[in-house]
């Protein structure tokens, strides 16, 4: 520990502790080396009695080692229904977020858990069951940010040892001897026996990992390079080149490389989109990858809005998402898609600023009758970024001008006007 984390010798820490074996024995070995360090325990609530002995033999724990124990009681299955996670999911998401506002309220420079290298191959067994690629084979981090783990180079039986050695008692949680967990079902199937086959597999294990982090290092380093090159980076997302990506070979895997960050997993759908047709897009939960003729784009995936801007009658009104310039004129000059010239007699309510919806429909001018305007856009051509870029002038709930496309023919100027308003949009979009 002194050697690996030094910052540990000088700074004050937490230490995450369970009760079981492994933190328990991290625990004892910190106070034996002199380290300045308090406890934290989560009680998820979920073995009953159980888990309320656990934090007491914790906060006991705190009292003989002569520190302060930070107790933190979840209700963990009403989490896991709210937000429709997995219990194990809900418990990682609660102590970590806790943890992190210990940090914050200054209780310790770092956060010290007692992972060692068993968790390291049951972690690397469940992220090689599921499509993680070479970040999840590298398994759990010795830093990840404030996070430290020093007991990664040890095995459980080392553990068990030194325990029994210096008479070291823990509490045994008996949710860990079934098989209702994947990883219970990697402790207790799998592992035993990889160790039964080789007896030094957890030692070639983590020397494996060792080459793997390596690996991933050089990885990190060319895609760095490649990212540079590709990425084309924007206010509203991401632009890969689609001739740049198409030369890269094997392109699944710089797929997976580039995409992955953003939270995509469908590398199958991912493969049909990079040689289908424009305008298709696959969705992660929180970006969209869209395909144009030249590029993907990736884009985040922004909530739907129902905000309507007011557009007031200044010269520039103010609070808009993009710049207007409003003047009354005396007849109509200059045109262009980015003009709008209506009658302003016509606009009987006030004028407000916002973003389609389905359902919209507007009577075009030079057309016969309404149409829906997600039928216009598909007749324009736009793709679904484009139509997620226009934007609508109303008047009340009518449509008055798709900004840059087209007008509405219920305000345009006729020999009956007595009054032009004209509208200009001064930082116009390019819809081709």
Same mark, same amino acid.
């Given at each position: 520990m002194e050697t690996q984390f030094p910052e540990l010798l000088e700074a004050h820490f937490l230490l995450a502790c369970s009760g079981g074996l492994d933190s328990v024995v991290l625990a004892h070995l910190c106070h034996s080396l002199g380290l300045s360090f308090d406890l934290a325990h989560c009680n998820f609530?979920?073995?009953?009695?159980?888990?309320?002995?656990?934090? *007491?033999?914790?906060?006991?724990?705190? *009292?003989e080692l002569g520190i302060k124990c930070f107790l933190k009681t979840f209700n963990t299955e009403e989490y896991a229904s709210k937000y429709k996670a997995s219990i194990q999911e809900s418990a990682r998401a609660l102590r970590y977020r806790w943890f992190h506002e210990l940090l914050d309220e200054g209780k310790g420079a770092y956060l010290v858990t007692a992972h060692h290298a068993d968790d390291d191959l049951e972690t690397f067994l469940i992220n090689?069951?599921?499509?993680?690629?070479?970040?999840?084979?590298?398994? =759990?981090?010795?830093? *990840?940010?404030?996070?430290?783990?020093?007991?990664?180079?040890f095995s459980r039986e080392a553990l068990e040892a030194y325990a029994k050695d210096h008479a070291i008692r823990w509490r045994e949680d008996r949710s860990n001897a079934g098989l209702d967990y994947l990883r219970n079902r990697f402790r207790h199937l799998a592992v035993p026996g990889l160790k039964q086959a080789d007896p030094d597999f957890l030692s070639q294990f983590s020397k494996s990992l060792e080459f793997l982090r390596g690996n991933r290092e050089m990885l990190a380093n060319h895609m760095a390079r490649v990212r540079a090159s590709l990425l084309d980076h924007s206010?509203?997302? =991401?632009r890969i080149s689609l001739d740049k990506l198409l030369a890269l070979n094997p392109l699944e895997a710089y797929l997976h490389a580039l995409l992955q960050e953003y939270g995509f997993r469908d590398w199958a759908a991912i493969s049909r989109l990079v040689t289908g047709p424009s305008g298709k897009a696959v969705f992660s939960a929180s970006h969209r990858l869209l395909k144009t003729p030249e590029a993907l784009l990736v884009l985040p995936?922004?909530?739907?809005?129902?905000?309507?801007?007011?557009?007031?009658?200044?010269?520039?009104?103010?609070?808009?998402? =993009?710049?207007?310039?409003?003047?009354?004129?005396?007849?109509?000059?200059?045109?262009?898609?980015? =003009?709008?010239?209506?009658?302003?007699?016509?606009?009987?309510q006030g004028l407000t600023l916002r973003k389609w919806k389905k359902g919209d429909y507007f009577y075009p001018l030079g057309m016969q009758g309404r149409k829906k305007v997600a039928k216009f856009f598909r007749d324009s051509h736009l793709d679904r970024r484009q139509r997620e870029s226009a934007w609508l002038l109303c008047s009340g709930p009518d449509i008055v001008w798709i900004l840059g496309l087209r007008a509405d023919a219920r305000f345009r100027v006729t020999d009956q006007t007595s009054e032009i308003l004209k509208i200009t949009w001064e930082d116009p979009i390019t819809y081709s």
């Open positions: 609530s979920l073995r009953g009695t159980d888990s309320d002995q656990d934090a *007491n033999f914790v906060s006991e724990l705190a *009292n090689l069951s599921r499509v993680t690629g070479l970040e999840g084979l590298c398994g =759990i981090p010795r830093r *990840n940010g404030p996070i430290l783990r020093p007991l990664l180079p206010a509203d997302g =991401i995936l922004r909530e739907e809005s129902a905000t309507e801007y007011p557009v007031g009658d200044g010269l520039h009104p103010e609070g808009l998402p =993009i710049h207007l310039r409003m003047e009354t004129v005396s007849r109509m000059g200059e045109t262009s898609p980015a =003009i709008l010239y209506t009658d302003k007699e016509t606009l009987k």
